[in-house]
């Protein structure tokens, strides 16, 4: 890439994590060539190229299985928010200053030497987050900077949040609106994932983002705890953080673009949480055997971790065991033994019907204990064909 007059540096993420000696888990290069040179390089070096942001510039490199995105230095020519229209540089001093963030412009050459055109340097030194000259500027070039400069904050800062910075995301709050849900989701999901998740998230609350990103209330407590329990994911984390009752699952589906597998694990973590919370008299094992067939274990472990600590129904040892026994893989979780082709066996023709046996069957097999052996399963499978 360097050949022929042209110069190619490591740029942002990469920079960053080998000054902090973090994993570099993605390498990102800036470069004078013009993707169309970068792509005729490539090729002529036997290796794969991929198209994948060419009117940006952006050309990504496949080398012995690893990912490398190329892109060609820019310049912006005109922004609405969103995205950026540009025209392509030599200049790698006007390129790291249209970047977001300070820590997000440096560049190291091919000899190790750095060049930090914003004090980026200085910055990572110190643990704080800056954008590049003027905040709401750089912010109403493209408005998802409000969002990265809190996902930022959390997995790099130590000390409180950049003044100007959180000032200018304040006042420029209401470009939030023009941005997709996809793009929205992508940065929380992030900050819930990152170093100081917790400290951010109530950040954010205190300055009046959280609620308009949630549409709703937020249950701190219970999200604190569900962090600090290792190996949750971000949907566990929302969950924790964003569900009280499962209607709150089908808001948050519609508000942040959730999948249905996303959607599910949230809607069973509000109907295991309603169940812990307003159950009837103490839980016995078969509650919990009930809880487990019906929305699996991980989920009634998250929700147990997410109440610890608040006014629960009793648990009968029996119940404890039973949980631990599940949780620790000694008894296995019952699964719903009847499938479409068992009453298809006994003459019931393929179609709609099927599907609404499953359903009634699968609520008596619920109610009647979550029975497996084989006896069982061909009485309800019966009985269930009788009724027809």
């Known amino acids: 890439m360097n050949g022929d007059g042209e110069e190619t540096r490591i740029v942002g993420g990469a920079v960053r994590n080998a ?36 009117d940006h510039g952006t050309i990504t490199v496949i080398v012995e299985g690893e990912t490398f995105e190329v892109t060609t230095l820019r310049e912006d020519v005109e922004t609405d928010g969103r995205r950026a229209v540009v025209h392509f540089g030599r200049d790698f001093a006007a390129d790291a200053l249209r970047r977001d963030f300070t820590i997000n412009a440096l560049f190291l050459d091919r000899d190790g030497r750095i060049h930090d055109y914003t004090d980026g340097v200085e910055d990572l030194a110190e643990r704080q987050v800056r954008f590049i000259g003027d905040a709401h500027a750089r912010i109403r070039e ?21 003044a100007e910075g959180l000032a200018a995301a304040g006042a420029e709050r209401a470009g939030l609106a023009i941005l997709s849900r996809e793009r929205i989701r992508h940065e929380l999901m992030k900050i819930l994932m990152a170093r100081r998740s917790v400290e951010t998230i109530r950040i954010l609350a205190e300055h009046g983002f959280l609620t308009w990103l949630l549409g709703g209330a937020a249950e701190f407590g219970r999200f604190e705890r569900v962090v600090a329990e290792r190996n949750t994911g ?10 009280m009752v499962p209607d709150d699952a089908d808001r948050l589906r519609e508000r942040l673009r959730l999948s249905n597998d996303e959607h599910r694990q949230m809607a069973d973590y509000g109907d295991v949480l309603g169940v812990l919370r307003t159950g009837q008299g103490p839980l ?8 487990v067939a019906e929305h699996g274990i991980k989920t009634l472990a998250l929700a147990l971790t997410a109440l610890a600590g608040e006014p629960l129904p009793i648990l009968h040892d029996d119940a404890k065991t039973a949980f631990r026994n599940y949780r620790n893989g000694v008894e296995p979780v019952p699964v719903f033994p009847l499938r479409g082709a068992d009453f298809m066996e006994k003459g019931v023709p393929p179609g709609p019907r ?13 109610d009647s204990g979550c029975p497996t052996d084989s006896a069982a399963t061909q009485s309800l499978l019966e009985r269930m064909v009788a009724k027809l």
Do not use: C, H, M, N
């Open 284 to 291: 016995d094992a078969v509650a919990v055997r009930r809880l």
């Open 142 to 162: 493209d408005y998802l900077r409000i969002l990265r400069f809190f996902r930022f904050y959390a997995e790099y800062a130590e000390a409180e949040p950049d």
């Open 19 to 54: 000054l902090l000696d973090r994993p570099v888990t993605e390498v990102d290069l800036a470069t004078t060539a013009s993707p169309a040179v970068v792509d005729e390089r490539a090729r002529r070096a036997g290796l794969k190229t991929i198209p994948t942001g060419i």
């Open 234 to 243: 971000p949907v566990s984390r929302l969950s924790a953080l964003a569900v």
């Open 354 to 366: 099927i599907g609404r046996l499953l359903a009634q069957a699968r609520q008596v097999w619920l």
